[in-house]
């Protein structure tokens, strides 16, 4: 037991921070609709990160770190702009598509570099079992302000989320607060995914928000059950990858599947639809 908490505590404190944040913002995504915006915002700063790796700065440092984040309020502002009252064409295609057009031009970059096969495994699956106590204290600092910026301006975020029509209607400057959202996202993902990996945040973001609206009914509701199951989910998954020797990221990804599955199966058992 001593062994498992020698080398897990740290992993296990990690996934706890990134619970505490991503279920938040995971509720927005689902409100919003934009479930891609996680993946394009991750692979845009994981491009940052390759376009840095390949000028020679290295992976981890505060260097590759600020470059990544530039490269994420770039598609903060895209992102922003791109949301329209009335449009033909949903928001979330244009996500999609630039997250693929990301990811494509990540590989290209990557064949550039010798170091591009290490590089892009630790983009998907990150480092968490090799975090340190001062990536979390960067992590707390980070999301706490995140944090205390959302509190302050919850409403507007949440009415836009949730009502769109009606904000626009009541003439709220959508854009502005789109960028303010998308930004404040850009920095709390580019900050994630250096450490946890794209597929991770992934899954903290989504999984544990689309289980919390299923089972449950009010904001507040969803947000203290996507906290719980978000650290159910994680612990049960660290656990698992190291008594039976797997990748910490990708076993936790696929432990919070499984907890998606169990969600499904409740919400049929309830008589509601799958």
């Excluded at 949903?90 to 057009?101: D, F, K, L, M, T």
């Excluded at 975090?131 to 205390?148: E, P």
């Excluded at 989910?233 to 990708?250: E, N, Q, V």
Aim: glycine share 8%; net charge neutral.
């Amino acid at each position: 037991m001593s062994d498992f908490l020698q080398v897990m505590f740290y992993p296990f404190l990690a996934c706890l921070i990134l619970a505490s944040i991503l279920a938040y913002l995971g509720l927005h995504v689902i409100e919003r609709g934009v479930i891609f915006v996680d993946l394009a915002l991750a692979q845009i700063a994981a491009l940052g990160t390759t376009v840095g790796l390949v000028l020679g700065l290295e992976p981890n440092t505060a260097g590759s770190y600020w470059l990544a984040l530039g490269f994420t309020f770039v598609g903060a502002i895209i992102f922003a702009v791109t949301r329209l009252k009335h449009s033909k064409v949903p928001h979330e295609a244009v996500i999609g598509s630039i997250y693929v057009v990301a990811a494509a031009a990540s590989i290209l970059v990557l064949t550039q570099s010798h170091e591009g096969d290490e590089e892009l495994k630790n983009i998907m699956i990150g480092r968490l079992l090799f975090v340190q106590q001062d990536d979390l204290v960067k992590l707390l600092l980070i999301y706490g302000v995140i944090g205390l910026v959302h509190w302050f301006v919850r409403k507007p975020l949440l009415l836009i989320s949730q009502k769109p029509q009606e904000a626009f209607q009541q003439g709220l400057p959508i854009k502005w607060w789109d960028f303010v959202f998308y930004t404040t996202f850009g920095f709390v993902v580019t900050s994630s995914v250096e450490l946890a990996g794209i597929l991770l945040v992934f899954a903290f973001l989504v999984i544990p928000s689309i289980c919390a609206a299923w089972l449950a009914g009010s904001i507040k509701q969803r947000l203290l059950l996507g906290w719980f199951l978000g650290t159910v989910m994680s612990t049960i998954g660290i656990a698992a990858s190291y008594w039976l020797d797997f990748p910490t990221g990708a076993t936790v990804v696929c432990v919070f599947g499984i907890g998606l599955a169990l969600c499904m199966a409740l919400r049929a058992i309830r008589g509601q639809p799958a």
